[in-house]
C-alpha cells in the first residue's frame, strides 16, 4: 500500500480525498495537531513516502491599495515558504517514483480582480514546482493543479 503524506489536509478537498481506500494517509495539520508548516520541529519523522500532497493555502481577496506588506508576507509564508519547509524536511524520504502535487490557483495565469496577493504566491508554486520537476527528474515527479474557485469552507 502506497504512502502518501497529506500536508494542511483539514481542507475540504483533502478530507474528501481521504476516503480513497488505496494508500495509507498520513495527515498533517495545524488543526488537529501542533504542527506547522513554518516550524519544521514541529514535522514528524517520516520514511519510504510515495507521494505529497501541499493543500495550505490562504484567500486572501482585498483591493491592492488595502493590501498590507504584513498581508503578503502572511500568504506567502503559508503558500511557498511552508512548502519549501516540507519539500525540503522530507526530500530524502520520498521513494523512487514518488510523486508530489502542489495546489495553485486558476490566479496565477489569469488577472482576476482582488487576487493580488494570491495569485503572486501561486505563481511562486508554480515556478518551483516546475524547477523542481526538472530538478528531482526521473527519481521523482511532481505537478500542480491550478483550480477554480470550489465550493469549500475556506472560499465561503
Not at 79 to 104: C, D, K, M, P, R
Not at 133 to 152: G, M, Q, V
Request: proline residues 4%.
Amino acid at each position: 500500500m502506497k504512502k502518501i503524506l497529506l500536508i494542511g489536509a483539514s481542507s475540504d478537498i483533502a478530507t474528501s480525498l481521504v476516503n480513497e481506500n488505496e494508500f495509507e494517509f498520513i495527515n498533517l495539520s495545524s488543526q488537529t495537531s501542533n504542527f506547522s508548516v513554518l516550524d519544521k520541529s514541529t514535522f514528524p519523522q517520516l520514511n519510504s513516502i510515495d507521494g505529497l500532497v501541499y493543500f495550505p493555502g490562504t484567500i486572501n481577496l482585498k483591493p491592492f491599495s488595502s493590501l498590507k506588506q504584513k498581508d503578503f508576507q502572511e500568504d506567502y509564508q503559508i503558500n511557498v515558504l511552508g512548502l519549501i519547509n516540507s519539500l525540503q524536511f522530507y526530500q530524502n524520504a520520498f521513494n523512487l517514483n514518488a510523486s508530489i502535487v502542489t495546489i495553485s490557483s486558476i490566479a496565477a495565469s489569469f488577472g482576476m480582480p482582488f487576487h493580488t496577493s494570491i495569485s503572486m504566491c501561486k505563481s511562486s508554486v508554480e515556478a518551483l514546482t516546475k524547477s523542481l520537476a526538472a530538478e528531482w527528474a526521473p527519481k521523482i515527479r511532481l505537478n500542480w493543479i491550478a483550480p477554480s474557485l470550489i465550493s469549500t469552507k475556506l472560499s465561503e
